[in-house]
């Protein structure tokens, strides 16, 4: 792999997992700005501006396409034991947000 594809990676995969962050932390201030002092909550002020629904959009199918990348260069990645294999997968499955950089950067940038 050429030293751009690896950095474009890598900078995707960092990009997910902040973007991820920032969701998280706009959408909960959206929740706790929200509740009014009776306790209920205002779902007009759950309303999210259209730029992020396009961001979510945007890192949804980023973070695909990372996954299916990483996936199949885990799964053929010569360096690796079938038990690490089996680990990595497993953990870009199911934690893929926060495992992608690690794992960038440990077999992809490094190789």
């Known amino acids: 792999m050429t030293k751009p594809y690896k950095i474009m990676y890598g900078v995707l995969s960092i990009w997910s997992f902040v973007w991820t962050i920032v969701y998280y932390a706009i959408f909960f201030s ?3 700005g929200s509740v009014s002092s009776g306790g209920a909550i205002n779902p ?7 730029w992020i629904n396009w961001m979510i959009t945007l890192t949804f199918w980023i973070g695909l396409g990372l996954l299916i990348t990483f996936v199949m260069n885990a799964s053929q990645n010569n360096r690796l034991s079938q038990v690490k294999k089996t680990t990595w997968v497993t953990l ?5 947000t926060v495992v992608m950089p690690f794992y960038w950067y440990k077999y992809i940038w490094k190789e």
């Open 44 to 50: 007009e002020a759950l309303a999210m501006p259209e």
């Open 30 to 32: 959206k929740i706790l």
């Open 92 to 96: 870009l499955i199911i934690f893929s």
